[in-house]
Nanobody
Framework: QVQLVESGGGLVQPGGSLRLSCAAS??????????MGWYRQAPGKQRAWVAT???????NYGDSLKGRFTISRDNAKNTAYLQMSRLTPEDTAVYYC?????????WGQGTQVTVSS
């Protein structure tokens, strides 16, 4: 069973930065052909898509996030990242990692990001 473990969340002041990591307990051969995504769920709201990076490295971002958020991956480490900058209280949410491929779709447990002064 593949597990995705997110880390790097925490409390940050408005305007600050955080880098989230998502480590996959799968073989590098599987991770390298998978699309990786980040989602977030704010209190009282539905889970929303944040960003995706394909197996070939193409990236896409949710509305208004490009320029502040950067998704990347290191297949040698079976890890995806989400670099977040210029954070605002509206970015407060639980951030989830997702790994997708043909016939499989895995989610992590999430990591809390709180933006507050």
């Amino acid at each position: 069973q593949v597990q995705l473990v997110e880390s790097g969340g925490g409390l940050v002041q408005p305007g600050g930065s955080l880098r989230l990591s998502c480590a996959a307990s799968a073989s590098m051969s599987i991770v390298s052909i998978s699309n990786m995504g980040w989602y977030r769920q704010a209190p009282g709201k539905q889970r929303a898509w944040v960003a995706t990076i394909t197996a070939s490295g193409n990236t896409n971002y949710g509305d208004s996030l490009k320029g502040r958020f950067t998704i990347s991956r290191d297949n040698a480490k079976n890890t995806a990242y989400l670099q977040m900058s210029r954070l605002t209280p509206e970015d407060t949410a639980v951030y989830y990692c997702r790994m997708m491929g043909r016939g499989y779709d895995y989610w992590g447990q999430g990591t809390q990001v709180t933006v507050s002064s």
